[in-house]
C-alpha cells in the first residue's frame, strides 16, 4: 500500500512557475512508476508526466519544453516543475503511482488528493 500527498499548487500569473510535490509513504518508492495527472472544469483527466523505474519520461505534447518530472529517492517525494504556465495549464493536479517500471494513460495504482493550479492575471 502507498499513500500520496500531493502540495504545491496555487495561484500564479501567466509566465510564472510552480512546483509541484508528492511525498510517497513506504519503503518501495523507487520500484513504483509516477505521474502526473490533471483534470480541468469540464475535462476529462489526462496524463501530464510519467516517470519509469529506468528514469524514462514522458511529456504531454501541451506541456513538453515547460515541465518536467523528476524523483528525489532519498525524500521519496515526486516532482513537477511548471514553467512558462498558461491559462489552460489551470486544473487539479494529482500524483498518480503505478505497481511496474512504467507509466499508463489508464487508472494507476494509487491517486494523490490532487492539487489545485490556477494560472490568472
Known amino acids: 500500500q502507498v499513500q500520496l500527498a500531493d502540495a504545491g499548487g496555487g495561484l500564479v500569473q501567466p509566465g510564472g512557475s510552480l512546483r509541484l510535490s508528492c511525498v510517497a509513504s513506504?519503503?518501495?518508492?523507487?520500484?513504483?512508476?509516477m505521474g502526473w495527472f490533471r483534470q480541468a472544469p469540464g475535462k476529462e483527466r489526462e496524463l501530464v508526466a510519467g516517470?519509469?523505474?529506468?528514469?524514462?519520461?514522458y511529456y504531454v505534447d501541451s506541456v513538453k519544453g515547460r515541465f518536467t518530472i523528476s524523483r528525489d529517492y532519498a525524500k521519496n517525494t515526486l516532482l513537477l516543475q511548471m514553467n512558462t504556465l498558461k491559462p489552460e495549464d489551470t486544473a487539479v493536479y494529482y500524483c498518480?503511482?503505478?505497481?511496474?517500471?512504467?507509466?499508463?494513460?489508464?487508472?494507476?495504482?494509487?491517486w494523490g488528493q490532487g492539487t489545485q493550479v490556477t494560472v490568472s492575471s
Open positions: 513506504g519503503r518501495t518508492f523507487g520500484t513504483y512508476a
Open positions: 498518480a503511482a503505478y505497481k511496474g517500471p512504467y507509466w499508463s494513460r489508464g487508472n494507476p495504482d494509487y
Open positions: 516517470l519509469s523505474t529506468g528514469g524514462n519520461t
